[in-house]
């Protein structure tokens, strides 16, 4: 489909609820602009690209979704610079990989030109709702659904595709400490733990209640085989630094490909940090901690770029990470959210102008 070609029709809200938001104290996503881009797919395409005000959608209780979970989403955000020039980050990388998931969860991909148009004219149309107080930006959530009907378990033949977008102030945790994590699982071989397919997150929520009930903020997962080696922070890539090595796990089948890790793993080659994607065991990181070599944890993620961790557990033992002067996790952040906010030079193309 050609870009020029895709008419996007736009119905304004003639009651704007932008006066009511106060830029200064705003939460993480859960206030909403105005509107949503909306696009369907049926009779084999997708569809009706439009953009309309935010607000409720019409479903069956039969609709296919609610049933057999059905969803893929992204996350992403749009960032305001001095000049009022807003900027997306790597936006393609959330395109492909929003198909990627579709693809596992048998939903059909949608073309390339829906999602950046849909999202550009979505941004135009809401730039007033776009955050410029330092630290804030425009969350952005894009996701994908089966919106036909039936309760038989199969693939709908209808499926709606929605953006959706919510000025947040800075994701800030708190301190976290996690818990390393031996009886639950995230993923499994063979399953869809790479997609950000709705479930997996429904999966999360009683292991990491019951994490809160012990005393932690958050999970350490483990590989689901053996529970030996540590795979992901919550919802968010995992690093950790021992001496002044970083070190990740390399994605497979369990583990979601992060745009934020990608680009911290480029980011320390280009600055020749020494680095290693391999596994990484509970017990090499426990050793660590009693050798005082371990300096470092931490998520990596759009919401919070990057999320230090303080502490963890595992089985009865706690551990606390030391306070480091020349922190990685302040230096990523740093790096990143400078290109994104265009504060600073962009080497690797990272950057994507929304006119
Ligand atoms: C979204 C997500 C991440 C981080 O991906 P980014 O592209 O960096 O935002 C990591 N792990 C899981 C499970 C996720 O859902």
């Known amino acids: 489909m050609k870009v020029s070609a895709l008419e996007i029709p736009i119905t304004r809200t003639n009651q704007s609820r932008l006066p009511e938001v106060d830029f200064n104290n705003l939460p993480f996503g859960s206030v909403f602009s105005d509107h949503m881009f909306l696009a369907d797919y049926y009779d084999g395409a997708w569809q009706d690209a439009r953009v309309v005000p935010y607000g409720p959608l019409s479903l069956e209780p039969a609709a296919k979704v609610f049933h ?6 992204e996350g992403m ?6 000049e009022g020039q807003v900027w997306l980050f790597r936006p393609l990388e959330n395109q492909r990989r929003l198909n990627k998931s579709a693809s596992r969860l048998m939903i059909p991909e949608l073309p390339e030109a829906i999602f950046m148009e849909g999202l550009k004219t979505l ?3 809401d730039s007033d709702w776009i955050p410029t107080v330092a630290g804030s930006s425009l969350y952005i959530r894009p996701f994908l659904f089966a919106s036909g009907n ?3 378990a199969s693939p709908s033949d209808r499926y709606t595709f929605v953006i959706a977008t919510a000025p947040s102030g800075a994701y800030f945790a708190g301190e976290v400490h996690v818990r390393i994590e031996e009886k639950y699982s995230r993923a499994a071989n063979g399953g869809v733990g790479y997609a950000k397919a709705g479930g997996n997150y429904a999966g999360q929520f009683y292991p990491t209640q ?4 012990a005393g932690f ?4 997962w483990t590989d689901d085989n053996t529970h030996e080696y540590i795979e992901e922070a919550g919802a968010m890539n995992i690093f950790v630094r021992i001496g002044d090595t970083l070190l990740t796990s390399p994605t497979s089948d ?7 890790r990608k680009s911290i793993l480029e980011l320390a080659e280009a600055e020749g940090i020494p680095t290693e994607v391999r596994k990484i065991s509970v017990s ?11 300096k470092e944890m931490f998520g990596a993620g759009t919401a919070a770029v990057v999320s230090p961790i303080s502490g963890y557990g595992y089985r009865d033992e706690r551990f606390d990470l030391p306070e480091v002067a020349d922190s990685y996790a302040t230096f990523f952040k740093k790096r990143i959210t400078d290109i994104q906010y265009n504060r600073s030079e962009d080497p690797f193309g990272w950057r994507y102008p929304v006119s």
């Open 284 to 294: 090499e990181i426990v050793e660590a901690s009693k050798k005082g070599q371990l």
């Open 150 to 152: 039936g309760f038989h």
């Open 77 to 82: 955000k749009a960032y305001k610079d001095k």
């Open 68 to 73: 057999y979970g059905q969803e893929v989403f």
């Open 123 to 125: 941004l135009r149309t």
């Open 254 to 260: 369990r583990i979601l490909d992060g745009i934020t």
């Open 217 to 220: 903020q958050q999970v350490i």
């Open 210 to 213: 019951l994490a809160k009930e």
